[in-house]
């Protein structure tokens, strides 16, 4: 585990020579720095920079609440494919870090680009179905309208906003990890809350914390509203 890389070459090859059945395991700080490793007789070498990598995006789908024992079956399949998908094309300087958190599915963005959407991207592309049902559905960059029924004698409609999402799934549920049935938006501030079948009640408890009145259905193929003060579909 030494941390200069000429050091650990010598010393690898060394070690292959007195013990040519020896399991040799290395680690190095780059990926450029891999291959000479293995041909001097290394048998696994353990790069921190795709290390690291892999380790955000196990923190992801621990944030999603993903059964431990997927998460370590995914993690060891990634170390078993020797961190393929997330590798970008040729070595990787060591200063271009945050570029390497892109799967290859996805193009390198340009120096200065922002690689945070990128990596966003490569974290939705490997979300499994569990994570899509925790919130996946919603587009928090989309605006959110809400048409009232005409006929609705709501007191409250010009409260009614365009608004965007505050999160992907119910903001409070995603912060503990808890599950929702149905999902509700505040057309007044855009916040994102589990309905009254669900088991927090979190579009409630934002109606009573703030008094913002209104709420719109965030269901696939539903676009109906609800007046809490009123009491109205709307």
Known sequence: AIG????????AAVARTVNPT?????????EAEAQPLHEVGADRVITEELESILQLFTEVLRTYRLDPAEIDAREEAMRRGDYAGLRSEGPVPGDRLAACAIDARVPRPPAGAGT???????????????????????????????QPDPAAACTHLTTIRSVTPSARGCEACLRTGDRWVHLRICMTCGHVGCCDTSPNRHATAHHRATGHPVVRSMQPGEKWGWCYVDELRL
């Not at 200069?4 to 010393?11: F, G, N, Q, T, V």
């Not at 020896?22 to 780059?30: E, F, I, N, S």
């Not at 974290?123 to 989309?142: F, K, L, V």
Request: aromatic content about 4%; overall charge positive; charged content about 30%.
């Open 22 to 30: 020896l399991r040799l395991v290395v680690r190095t700080r780059y």
């Open 4 to 11: 200069r890389a000429l050091m650990a070459e010598r010393i």
């Open 116 to 146: 945070g959407k990128a990596f966003a991207h490569t974290a939705r592309s490997a979300e499994t179905p569990e994570m899509r049902r925790q919130g996946g559905g919603i587009d928090t960059e989309a605006l959110v309208d809400l």
